[in-house]
């Protein structure tokens, strides 16, 4: 069992930069896929970013690949997502997820193979 605790969220302006950070409990944190997706009020929630447990191979959406950056700290079961040049399509709720393992034939896009998941956090851009 994996707990997931997200923290980082805020209000800020276009153009700003915000990391988020998830934390793990449990052992063995870099056997895990890590991930964000993001919910948009009225919308489906959507992949955002992922990576893998080791060899850190990463995954992202065309709407924010070169502005996001996903890492992670397995010596602190911590993930993070830096999120540059922010737009006010942005906002949403970012949810940290996790699966174990990893396989070439997974979808790591789709919310549907991760088996844990955190609270949220608010990220609001404004104009």
């Known amino acids: 069992q994996v707990q997931l605790v997200e923290s980082g969220g805020g209000l800020v302006q276009a153009g700003d930069s915000l990391r988020l950070a998830c934390a793990a409990s449990?052992?063995?944190?870099?056997?895990?896929?890590m991930g964000w997706f993001r919910q948009a009020p009225g919308k489906e929630r959507d992949f955002v970013s992922a990576?893998?447990?080791?060899?850190?191979?990463?995954y992202y959406a065309d709407s924010v690949s070169g502005r996001f950056t996903i890492s992670r700290d397995n010596t602190k079961s911590t993930v993070y997502l830096h999120m540059n040049n922010l737009r006010p399509e942005d906002t949403a709720v970012y949810y940290c997820?996790?699966?174990?393992?990893?396989?070439?034939?997974?979808?790591?896009?789709?919310?549907?193979?991760?088996?844990?998941w955190g609270q949220g956090t608010q990220v609001t851009v404004s104009s």
């Open positions: 997820v996790a699966t174990w393992g990893y396989s070439a034939y997974r979808d790591y896009q789709s919310k549907e193979i991760y088996d844990y």
């Open positions: 449990g052992r063995t944190f870099d056997g895990y896929v």
């Open positions: 990576i893998k447990g080791r060899g850190g191979g990463t």
